[in-house]
Each structure stands twice: as structure tokens, then as C-alpha cells.
């Protein structure tokens, strides 16, 4: 949103000081009601007194759903709606050798993983949102961009190194999507691992990651249209020597 703000202000700034006056007392009482809201009423006061133009606010918006192509999913309140729903039918897109784990597949499968590749490579997936650290306005208001300079954090939990060969993380950016392909030892054995997330469960942990440490983790980075030459690549490396 600062970049719009930044945008219609400075819009408004061009009103004669009787219309910017105007505009902003009117501002101060507008009630709002979905679709209705504040930046509906600048931006239809900006086009009625010609101070845009359609195209400035095609504009405007193009740049604005560039920007925020993934808000949506900071709505996505439920975690396992977003966790496996979401990020599991999203891999799969992308990867259609990606399959649910039946057993069929794997006779001795009792949900120890998410995803199997080749009939051989267990996957577990995990997702979060980067948001700003220390920050307690709801979940899309603090939804942080690809680069940021803000500080932020993104736990991965859960996470049990001895039942999958390959995990599978998304980083959701307002803008962006990245993904991280470790192996299983190669997650087991980084600093920031910690293990016994919970009293009592043996073999499970979580990890960090935050503006800190994100760099640590370049490369493993994958494109999205090279995700299952690097889920094997993973794989390779989880069954030679963790790097």
C-alpha cells in the first residue's frame, strides 16, 4: 500500500487547496463497505475533476496487482487450507510428476511425508508467508516483498528430517513465490535447525528463516519452471555426501 499511498498523494497534492481540502476532511468520515472504500473514492474524485486519466488508472492498478499478485494468500486464515491445500495443488502444477502418496505407492505409508516423485523421492512440503517482524495488524497488512530491507520472519515447522528425502519450501512473497529444494540431511544439519520443537518428539524440529539468514539458502533456490530437476538433484545429494 505505500506505494499507492505515495502515488495518490501525490495526485492530490495537485488539487487546488480548496478541492485537496475537501478531499481529505471527506476522507476523514467516509465510511467504508466492501467493494466501497477509501482508495475508491480518491481515485473516482482524481478521475472526476481530470486529475488522472483512465490510462493513469489502468496504470495504476496494473502496477498495483503486479505488486500484490500473492496478497490473496496472506487471507488464507486456515493452516492447513494454505500448508497443504494450497501449497501442495501449487507444486503440483508445476510439477505433474508430483503425486498424493497412496499405498499403493508406498505400502508402508502412514502420512510420514506429503508428495512422492518416481515412485522413490519423498517429498514434505512446507510454506509460509514473509511478513513483518513484530507487527500484530492481521497477516495481509504486514505482507513484505521479495528484497525487502524490513526485518521478518518465516518459521518452518514441524519438521521431521528422517522421514523424507527431499523438502520442498515456498516463501510467499506479496510478489513473488521462492523455492528452496534441501535434502533431508542437508536440512538436518544446518545451524539454524533445531530439533525438539516439542516436549518429547524425538526427530522433530523447526527452522528459521529471517532477514539474518535468507542468504544462507541461495542455493537451494529453485526457478519455478526447473523444480523437478532440482527436487532430483536434491535427491542425489541426499543419498551422497550433504554439501
Known amino acids: 500500500m505505500d506505494v499507492l499511498d505515495k502515488n495518490l498523494n501525490e495526485q492530490i497534492a495537485k488539487l487546488s487547496d480548496k478541492k485537496r481540502k475537501g478531499l481529505l476532511d471527506s476522507l476523514e468520515t467516509l465510511s467504508s463497505l466492501y467493494p466501497f472504500n477509501q482508495y475508491e473514492y480518491i481515485i ?19 502496477e498495483y496487482t503486479k505488486r500484490n499478485a500473492n496478497l490473496y494468500l496472506y487471507k488464507i486464515s486456515a493452516p492447513r487450507r494454505f500448508g497443504e491445500e494450497w501449497a501442495h495443488g501449487h507444486l503440483q502444477e508445476l510439477v505433474p510428476a508430483l503425486q498424493t502418496v497412496t499405498n499403493e505407492i508406498d505400502p508402508n505409508y502412514t502420512g510420514q511425508y506429503d508428495l512422492i516423485m518416481d515412485n522413490e523421492i519423498r517429498i514434505e512440503v512446507r510454506a509460509s508467508r514473509a511478513v513483518e517482524s513484530n507487527n500484530k495488524k492481521p497477516l495481509y497488512q504486514k505482507a513484505l516483498p521479495l528484497g525487502t530491507d524490513t526485518p521478518f520472519r518465516m518459521n518452518y515447522q514441524q519438521i521431521k528430517p528422517y522421514c523424507c528425502d527431499v523438502f520442498v519450501w515456498l516463501a510467499v512473497w506479496r510478489d513473488k513465490i521462492s523455492y528452496w529444494m534441501l535434502a533431508s540431511k542437508e536440512v538436518e544439519s544446518h545451524a539454524s535447525y533445531s530439533s525438539g520443537q516439542h516436549y518429547g518428539n524425538v526427530g522433530e524440529g523447526q527452522l528459521h528463516i529471517t532477514n539474518r539468514n535468507i542468504r544462507q539458502f541461495d542455493k537451494y533456490l529453485a526457478s519455478p519452471d526447473n523444480l523437478e530437476d532440482a527436487i532430483k538433484n536434491a535427491h542425489i545429494r541426499q543419498k551422497g555426501k550433504a554439501n
Open 44 to 62: 473516482a474524485n482524481l478521475l472526476g475533476q481530470k486529475k488522472i486519466s483512465l490510462s493513469d488508472y489502468n496504470s495504476l492498478r496494473d
